[in-house]
């Protein structure tokens, strides 16, 4: 039952959630509602070419249990390593959830891997098998040479079965729909049993594998549940990529558990603004979760003509939300943006919910059993209007929805934990009502002149100039300040760098922050380096300037 609360405070003083023993998902949640509710809706997919196909939970139960089946012919078993590699298609929950019932471990992997990447994840996480989309599939072949552990490759869509590929529409037609759960605890999986590995983004250095347990779906019910406010029979659409930690947070666990509808939109080109307002109306969806950069796109976009009267609830998370977004956003639709905090290596940790005032941007206020901290250098508590590291305290027992560690990496992952703390590396600091303002990384904070400058907020300023697409701020080695702050740029359309234009925007810093966060150095470029995630890498930017320093320099 969907519960009201009034305050932030009453949240965390009424809020429980019981965790039964040995918790699957699979089972222990989809199983027992799709065995009472066969023909509840649990998706709605729209693929590339605009066609809709609706999926019920009695689906998901049936086709789960058969791939269960058909894996466990293959040989796999609990704890062997299985990449995904799938799109949005409807057989990425489908693996997931077989994955889960076996009770091997997902790898949920982006598209956008290169052969490169594939080895390099394949071998760094001994992974068995890859289940691909048919057109991700030459990458993985270019890759299987040098990945002398992976012996399993099962292909999804395509024209037909092809040499060296396990077909999945023909395994899947000959297995079972029955897949009991294991009664061996060598093969009944949950609980504390490894669930599924993330591969971290990977700006500061290689990616790593964060490990989460089956617990971990269950950390999730506050985010669908209580930050994106669902209710039984709302559609919920979060735009999210399925090799990224985002799509379990937005388009599975916690939705289903709030007896809502996930949304999902198979679409494969570039993104759309203007198709994706479309959808919303057309599909009447009511709640939507995007990134900052996604709304900046669609408060572009002509209105008009839109019945958007189903939409009740926004929210955004990933990055700094710009005020002025927010504004434009509310006044074309009536309703505010509810931001939020979390990583890879955990679940919300930190959001603005539907009972409290939304600040632009700040993230919010701690959720149930996250007990947050903002630490100085010194490891000791900071005042309100005090910058810190954004830090959960462990007490002996980790939140509900924390990673179990980092694999194969003590050092990494101890050094994460230490001082009894789960150290996130990010920046923010708390006013006086006990809203967070998020900062940045805490290697990407610029020190200048005795000042502490965080990135997003210049960058939050400078893209409000029509000038500005992107930028990437950082902080460039000064003999006088410590550090200058550097923006790069990418400039849109029919805008060319110059000195007028770099005064120009070093002017529109000023008049809307402190004068002494205005980028000194204006870089313009044609694009930023990136993740495959999409997440700048101002890591890379930094090493570039520190060369040419050193270079200038002699």
């Known amino acids: ?6 305050s932030h405070e009453d949240f965390l003083s009424k809020f429980q959630l019981k965790i039964p023993d040995n918790y699957n998902f699979a089972y222990d949640f989809l199983d027992v509602h799709a065995a009472r509710e066969p023909n509840r809706p649990a998706m709605i997919h729209v693929d590339d070419a605009g066609n809709r196909r609706d999926f019920a939970l009695g689906f998901f139960r049936t086709e789960s249990n058969k791939l269960a089946n058909a894996l466990k012919q293959l040989g796999l078993k609990k704890g062997d390593r299985v990449m995904l590699i799938l799109h949005r298609r409807v057989e990425f929950w489908v693996a997931m959830l077989a994955l889960h019932k076996l009770g091997a471990v997902a790898v949920p992997s982006p598209a956008l891997l290169t052969t490169k990447d594939i080895v390099y994840r394949v071998n760094f996480a001994r992974i068995k098998a890859v289940i691909t989309d048919a057109g991700v599939a030459p990458a993985v072949l ?5 990945c002398p552990g992976l012996r399993t490759l099962i292909r999804v869509g395509g024209d037909g079965p092809k040499p060296g590929w396990t077909d999945y529409a023909a395994i899947m037609a000959r297995a079972s729909d029955v897949f009991p759960r294991p009664e061996d605890p060598a093969e009944n999986a949950g609980g504390r049993d490894s669930l599924l590995i993330f591969f971290s983004s990977g700006t500061t250095g290689p990616p790593k594998m964060v490990e989460h347990l089956h617990t971990y779906p269950l950390g999730h019910y506050v985010t669908g549940v209580h930050w994106h406010d669902l209710r039984p029979g709302d559609i919920h659409l979060t735009l999210a990529d399925t090799g990224w930690g985002k799509a379990v947070w937005g388009k599975f666990y916690g939705q289903w558990m709030a007896r809502a509808v996930v949304f999902v939109h198979d679409f ?5 603004p203007a198709k994706l307002l479309e959808l919303l109306a057309d599909h009447k969806v009511t709640s939507f979760c995007g990134p900052p950069t996604v709304y900046r796109f669609l408060i572009r976009q002509d209105f008009s003509g839109l019945d958007l009267s189903s939409l009740r609830h926004c929210t955004t998370a990933g990055e700094l939300l710009n005020e002025g977004v927010f504004h434009a956003w509310k006044d074309a639709t009536g309703l505010p943006i509810y931001e939020g905090y979390g990583q890879t290596e955990t679940t919300l940790q930190v959001a603005t919910f539907p009972f409290m005032t939304p600040k632009p941007g700040s993230i919010g206020k ?19 209007g005090e910058e810190g590291e954004i830090c959960i305290r462990l007490d002996g027992a980790d939140p509900l929805g924390l990673f179990a560690g980092y694999l194969d990496e003590p050092d990494k ?8 703390v789960y150290h996130t590396g990010d920046k923010a600091w708390m006013d006086e009502e006990g809203y967070l303002w998020f900062l940045g990384r805490v290697d990407d904070l610029i020190k ?14 400078l893209i409000t100039h029509p000038a500005v697409i992107e930028a990437a701020v950082t902080g460039v080695p000064d003999p006088d300040r410590g550090q200058t702050v550097k923006a790069t740029v990418v400039l849109a359309p029919g805008y060319v760098g110059s000195e007028e234009l770099t005064k120009e925007l070093q002017n529109h810093v000023k008049s809307l922050t402190a004068p002494y966060k205005y980028p000194r150095i204006i870089s313009y470029v044609a ?6 995630s999409g997440k700048i890498k101002r890591a890379e930017i930094r090493a570039k300037d520190l060369r040419e320093t050193k270079e200038r320099q002699g």
């Open 1 to 6: 039952m969907h519960q009201t609360y009034h």
């Open 142 to 146: 270019a890759a299987l040479p040098d």
């Open 268 to 272: 494969r080109g570039k993104f759309d």
């Open 366 to 384: 701690p959720c149930p059993g996250w007990d947050i901290v903002l630490l100085n250098d010194d490891d000791q508590p900071c005042a309100p």
């Open 413 to 420: 992952t101890a050094q994460a934990r230490k001082g009894g």
């Open 448 to 461: 200048s002149s005795g000042y502490r400058i965080g990135p997003f907020e210049v960058e939050s300023v």
């Open 527 to 532: 694009e930023l380096p990136k993740t495959i």
